[in-house]
């Protein structure tokens, strides 16, 4: 996606591939292009490949600049979209956990030179996409109201990138085909400078109804979660002591304020998509931390096993949420972790905990034998910032590749 301003800096684009068997062969390639390049990853290795600049989408706009990975074996995929002091990443997911169902979630705050922005990706057979706009879009010199609908053809391995000065979170993208659906904003800003943000949405079919949110144990300002229903849905949270609760509409987008150092327990009548949305902050030597937005798996989604990532030039963190009587269970890399000051979440029998990962690039294991967890992946550097979930290393993410060859 459009990291800021297409001439700001130059990109620097990198998937970290990891395999889960030995002699994985990897193949990378991008649509109508000369960049090919195939590689073997091995069992609980990671490889980096640096993706061509010009795979950045330019502006609203249909374009081949599409990155296909495929694999022999298992893999799983991280993206970094990162720029001078822009950066973030997020999850790439296989083919066979894409949908045809999503909304849309753009953060507001930014300066007056940055968009909200969502792409929409095919696969290999062409697809209609129906979008339901909640803000203005130009496409195509033609200018689409919020409320209306454009419908867009996408070839095979095409990407519709769409950019606006509107809100344009609720936003529903509906193909005929399986789609990937990327969401956030060129530059985001909200208590320091701006920073570009986006995910890789889940559809809504693998949405959850129970999540808990850990507060990101650094910040010293609020941080905010978006909360997004597709069908008529009551909500309750609790913060603390304090419960409330509230009625969604289909579509409809919600923010709910993520405390300093407090965490928030959410159950839903119906599934909602959870995001988080870190809203940076200045520590106490004034050096400026920037946002970045990440999923919240629902808790029917945790794993007994996570990879995780720290990223070079940033310091790297990790977000634990486990069950409290299993605290003492979880490892990294197959060490005990009694360094871990763990604290309890009202409402849910789990706690939640910060493990530091250190400076610079690393690939590290988290497990928890006796229960599956939360574990969320962030950084921080001046200016800057990541964060996405850390991705499953355990078998029940690898079940759904037996029946899939060559998938990836």
């Not at 705050?109 to 696969?123: I, L, N, Q, R, T």
């Not at 030039?313 to 069950?323: A, C, H, I, W």
Request: aromatic share 12%; glycine share 6%.
């Amino acid at each position: 996606m459009q990291n800021y301003q297409l001439s700001y800096s130059k990109g620097d684009f990198r998937l970290f591939i990891t395999g889960y068997s030995p002699s994985t062969t990897v193949t990378i390639w991008m649509n109508k292009s000369s960049f090919k390049t195939v590689l073997t990853v091995n069992e609980r290795s990671t490889l980096m490949v640096q993706i061509p600049t010009n795979a950045e989408l330019p502006g609203t706009s249909k374009s081949c600049n599409v990155i296909v990975i495929k694999a022999d074996k298992p893999v799983s995929v991280l993206s970094l979209n990162s720029k001078l002091q822009s950066a973030d990443t997020s999850i790439v997911y296989p083919i066979e956990d894409l949908g045809m169902d999503y909304y849309v979630v753009t953060p507001e705050d930014g300066p007056s030179d940055a968009f909200k922005e969502f792409s929409v990706v095919s696969y290999e057979e062409p697809t209609n996409v129906d979008i339901f706009l909640t803000g203005s879009v130009s496409y195509q010199e033609k200018t689409y109201a919020a409320g209306s609908k454009l419908t867009v053809l996408l070839d095979p391995y095409n990407a519709l990138q769409l950019l606006s000065r509107d809100n344009l979170s609720g936003t529903r993208v509906v193909s005929q085909k399986p789609v990937a659906v990327l969401s956030g904003h060129t530059c985001t800003r909200k208590n320091t400078k701006c920073n570009h943000v986006y995910e890789q949405l889940r559809p809504v079919p693998s949405w959850g109804t129970s999540f808990i949110i850990p507060p990101i144990s650094l910040q010293l300002k609020s941080d905010v979660i978006f909360v997004v229903a597709a069908e008529k849905t009551t909500i309750e949270y609790q913060v603390a002591t304090r419960k409330s609760s509230q009625n969604l509409n289909a579509g409809q987008v919600i923010e709910l304020d993520i405390l300093v150092q407090t965490p928030l327990y959410l159950t839903s009548s119906a599934g909602i998509q959870v995001i988080y949305y870190c809203t940076g902050w200045q520590d106490k030597r004034r050096t400026p931390y920037d946002p970045l937005l990440m999923t919240i798996p629902p808790v029917s989604s945790y794993c007994s096993s996570y990879y995780i990532y720290g990223q070079q030039d940033f310091e790297n963190y990790g977000s634990l949420v486990v069950r409290t009587k299993d605290v003492k269970s979880v490892t990294f890399n197959k060490n005990p972790t009694a360094d871990l000051t763990w604290s309890a979440i009202p409402g849910t029998d789990y706690s939640w905990a910060t493990q530091t990962l250190g400076k610079g690039f690393s690939f590290q294991l988290l497990e928890n034998p006796s229960s599956p967890f939360l574990l969320l992946s962030y950084g921080f550097a001046n200016m800057n910032a990541y964060g996405s979930p850390a991705i499953c290393a355990n078998g029940e993410f690898l079940s759904c590749y037996n029946e899939v060859k060559g998938g990836g």
